[in-house]
């Protein structure tokens, strides 16, 4: 059984035409005795997949391919890493869906772009990040503000080689959620030093990534 019914479907279909220029992969990790939502999340990927001939999903063993794994930055699964021409540093941990499948959706479309619809203000300051910058957005499915603190995350990480922004569903990873003390979400974590809660403007999150940088 699919994880899209079919008018939303048809209405990616649209979008997709529309909107994608370069191909994207879907790398989506799981394991052979699957997680929790693995399952879902492998065929919601794969789902994406004939949505479009532009999108192409691999699917991959946690286990067996974990050189593959640890050079993408995937350590807990479900993951997927969303790869165009060339790998932007977007992951996505958890399943994306509810209000999530939106953010799936958004970092496609970018990636396959290879570029975003961020402000040239917000560009000019990300040219001061001169060294790596791992950003993690926790989030929940049912949080109607996430989408748009995960969607500049990854729009961040499109515009800059030096960033990778990882989406992580604080429900579904509660032990990592409980290192990082979320008790409300969005909760963004910029190189363990920097952290807010809640929406911010996207200058003042690349601002926050800048200062993340610094303090490596």
Known sequence: MGMLPDD???LLRIDFQQKLVDPVKLVMFTQELECRFCSETRTLAQEMATLSDKITTEILDFVKDSDKAKGLGVDKIPALAVI???DYGVRIFGIPYGYELQTLVESIINVSRGKTDLAQKTKEILKDIQSPVHIQVFITLTCPHCPT???IAHKLAIESDFIRADVIDSTEFPVVAQKYAVMGVPKVVINEKVEFTGAFNEDMFAEHAVLGAYQT
Do not use: L, S
């Open 8 to 10: 939303k479907k048809d």
């Open 84 to 86: 165009g021409k060339k």
């Open 149 to 151: 603190a995960a969607a």
